[in-house]
């Protein structure tokens, strides 16, 4: 078994293990044991505990960049930010850590619910705001950093919301109309648009690959 092996069936076992029972409940011991290593084979990879359950969630966040990265190479409408927007709420909702992240769930996250602003990417995103600003995709009325605000708001209410049948369209529907101007976009400017988006969000899971991969915080 090579390095990258060992490490992603460590962060295997932790996430499994990190759902059952909970960030305060489980040892590195717990860990080693369920991915068949030895104890001291997790600290080869990372330094503490808490590094890495940090990389656990790191890996999450960027398999779901790479989600977005796909959906906007399948269709450029997805450059568009309420469908961004859409296939980003439904990703993480596929992902029960990432639903405890959002909800800084203190079952699952222990202490870490209180870090857990500094595992999101939003800043990231500025980029990507950048880049519908300049095309006139989104609404010109509001300071760029205002708008940010307003956007991740309304995304963190939804997340934070309870379950409801086709919240993502409705979050869709929400983001469109409170800040996308009227009418429809010019799909040659989306298609034009679609690979720089691309690269920006691909930029965002590298980002988070970088602190888990290879084992490596």
Same mark, same amino acid.
């Given at each position: ?42 600290? &080869? ?7 890495? #359950?940090? *990389? =656990?969630? @790191? !890996?999450? +966040?960027?398999? %779901? ?14 450059? &568009? ?7 980003? #709420?439904? *990703? =993480?909702? @596929? !992902?029960? +850590?990432?639903? %405890? ?28 705001? @950048? ?87």
């Amino acid at each position: 078994m090579d390095r990258r092996e060992r490490a992603e069936r460590i962060l295997d076992a932790a996430a499994d293990l990190l759902l059952r029972w909970g960030y305060q409940k489980v040892t590195v011991d717990d860990v080693a044991d369920r991915a068949g290593v030895g104890k001291g084979t997790v600290y &080869l990879h990372w330094k503490s505990r808490q590094d890495l #359950f940090h *990389s =656990v969630f @790191r !890996r999450e +966040l960027a398999a %779901a960049s790479d989600e977005l990265v796909a959906a906007v190479r399948a269709d450029p409408r997805t450059v &568009l930010l309420h469908e961004l927007t859409r296939v980003n #709420f439904e *990703s =993480v909702n @596929r !992902r029960p +850590l990432l639903r %405890a992240l959002t909800r800084a769930d203190p079952n699952v996250l222990g202490k870490l619910a209180r870090e857990r602003a500094e595992s999101r990417h939003d800043e990231a995103l500025a980029g990507y705001f @950048r880049l519908l600003t300049e095309h006139g995709l989104v609404r010109d009325d509001l300071p760029f950093d205002d708008l940010r605000y307003a956007w991740h708001a309304t995304l963190e209410g939804f997340f934070l919301s309870p379950p409801h049948p086709g919240a993502a369209d409705l979050l869709a529907a929400t983001v469109r109309g409170a800040f996308e101007p009227a009418g429809e976009p010019d799909p040659a400017l989306l298609a034009e648009l679609a690979p720089r988006a691309a690269e920006l969000l691909t930029e965002i899971g590298n980002e988070h690959r970088t602190f888990y991969d290879g084992g490596n915080p």
